[in-house]
């Protein structure tokens, strides 16, 4: 079974600013994904970013970038120059490669970011 | 490129009736997944379905169900409707990548139920 938690109920980070949003994650799965949402009040899920148990490198897409720490367990979203727009639900996922988890994401209990002017 | 379409993205219904959820996938994508959201429960899996055929299940009742057509297009059905399944359901269609692993996942925005 796999677990995901995140342990900042909500967040708060000045416009401009860089902000961590943490996320460990607990798996028997050599091979695994890891992901980050975003959800608006709009309810749409968003995708933002993805790494594999298997990739040495960190993945970055644009202005979001996950510090992944396979030993730690832990795969932790930094959001460079924060905008007012960067405010809404983030969630971190998490699905182990085939086997009998086809489709199944598991998830987090999400974050709440606030980005003030 | 359409993305992934969820209609309708509102509904009320009474306890007791029935509800069909439709969802179209991303042309291409053949994997539709169905997840619940409650502020309570948080977001929680249903069920997966590939070229018609479910390939797993979430831990949820009998009276949530669902299927895929050849094209891809899902339904999920949820009859003697509860107070309880009031929620926001969202689907997910994704492409599975030479490994088998699924590059990733996209979810429509949604229909949000509620069980008056």
């Known amino acids: 079974a796999q677990k995901i938690t995140q342990t900042q109920p909500g967040m708060f980070v000045q416009e401009k600013e860089a902000v961590t949003l943490d996320c460990t994650y607990d798996?028997?799965?050599?091979?695994?994904?890891l992901f980050w949402y975003k959800q608006p009040s709009s309810g749409e899920m968003i995708f933002l970013i993805y790494?594999?148990?298997?990739?040495?490198q960190n993945a970055t897409e644009g202005r979001y970038s996950l510090n992944f720490q396979k030993a730690r367990k832990s795969a932790n979203l930094v959001i460079s120059a924060s905008q007012l727009g960067d405010s809404a639900m983030y969630f971190c996922a998490m699905t182990p490669a085939g086997g009998t988890s086809y489709g199944k994401l598991t998830f987090g209990q999400g974050t709440i970011l606030t980005v003030h002017p | 490129k359409a993305g992934v379409t969820q209609t309708p993205r509102y509904l009320i219904k009474t306890r007791g009736q029935q509800v069909t959820l439709s969802c179209s996938p991303i042309?291409?994508?053949?994997?539709v997944s169905w997840y619940q959201q409650t502020p309570g429960q948080g977001l929680q899996f249903l069920f997966e379905y590939f070229s018609e055929t479910q390939r797993n299940k979430g831990n949820f009742p009998g009276r949530f169900s669902g299927r895929q057509f050849s094209n891809s297009r899902s339904e999920m059905n949820v009859s003697t409707l509860e107070l309880g399944d009031s929620a926001l359901y969202l689907c997910?269609?994704?492409?599975?990548?030479?490994?088998?692993?699924?590059?990733?996942?996209?979810f429509g925005s949604g229909t949000r139920l509620t069980v008056v």
């Open positions: 997910a269609s994704s492409l599975k990548g030479p490994g088998g692993f699924p590059y990733g996942y996209t």
């Open positions: 790494q594999g148990s298997y990739d040495e």
């Open positions: 042309s291409g994508h053949r994997s």
């Open positions: 798996t028997s799965d050599q091979s695994y994904g």
